[in-house]
């Protein structure tokens, strides 16, 4: 559906995106994923035809951009991270406005539309309202159906849940997966939780580049291979409890941890295979007086791993 080919873009000598390479197949959703500042909106921009690369290939449905720029603008819905809305408007006016710039004029055609657009984004309740009068929510929704009004076969959204409250999120999201159900979605969020419980894929971008492209299935394993087991004891010191645990075996990599409480021993415990050792520690530490207060296989979480792959350097 989609095909990016080293995409670069300059801002006189900053270099915002950095040779992103990237494909999209049809009726998938991706999610573009990394801290502020790392590029995606440029990005998004680039791939809708409003911002032109310094250099770099799109390709879309096998059209070409510059050359076919006004062909792919017809495939896509764009929703930016504000959404374009007349606020003095109603909720109505503005989506017949809109049908008509998008030469949807015959009103038997628009009453349809605006039927299926109100009944996907919830928006049967406030065709009569004010658009200033609307909570963000209700906004992001009006400006979804703005994006959807042409029944597009890509959706590229820009933070569509930046500054909602955890309700409004939900809907969004819910919305999100239903039109994911019929349509190709490249949304960018830099909240990993969004993009894990939408996104059939994750792009990670850090300083303009790609750092990261894999599915959340993938990316989870990834973080189970770095998982260590965490003991807190009660009864031993240190010492005693470390020259215990390297008995068991001495390529195990026992790191000295901070105990949640006083008067406790704790450590993070990294078998050299990843495999989990929970049974053995149990049985080692049975044969002591010492108390067993935690013992738990912990794994590297996606949030983790975003962290590590955007991670500024000095």
Partial sequence: MIDV????????????????????APG?????????????????????GYFRPTSGRISVKNLDMPKDTLRIKSLMGYLPESAPLYHNMLVYDYLVYVARIKGITDPDKQMERFRTLADLCGLSAIMDKPIATLSKGLKQRVGLAHAMMTDPEILV???????????????????IRQIGK????????????????????????????????DTTANLKHKGMQN?????????????????LLASMDPALDIRPAEPKEEGLVCFEIHPPDNRDVRSDIYLKIKQTDWVIMELARETQALEKIFQQLTRQEA
């Fill in 157 to 175: 959204l820009d933070e569509p849940t930046s500054g909602l409250d955890p309700n409004q999120i939900a809907e969004i999201r819910a919305i």
């Fill in 28 to 48: 998938e959703i991706l999610g573009l994923l990394g801290p502020n500042g790392a590029g995606k909106t440029t990005t998004l921009r680039m791939l809708t």
């Fill in 227 to 243: 998982s260590f087991v965490r003991l807190t004891l009660k009864g031993p010191d240190r010492k005693t409890a470390h020259d």
């Fill in 5 to 24: 080919q080293d995409l670069t873009k300059y801002y006189n000598d900053f270099c915002a995106v950095d040779h992103i390479n990237l494909s999209v």
């Fill in 182 to 213: 019929e349509k190709t979605i490249i949304f960018s969020t830099h909240i990993l939780s969004e993009a894990e419980a939408t996104c059939d894929r994750i792009i990670i971008i850090n300083n303009g580049r790609v750092v990261a492209d």
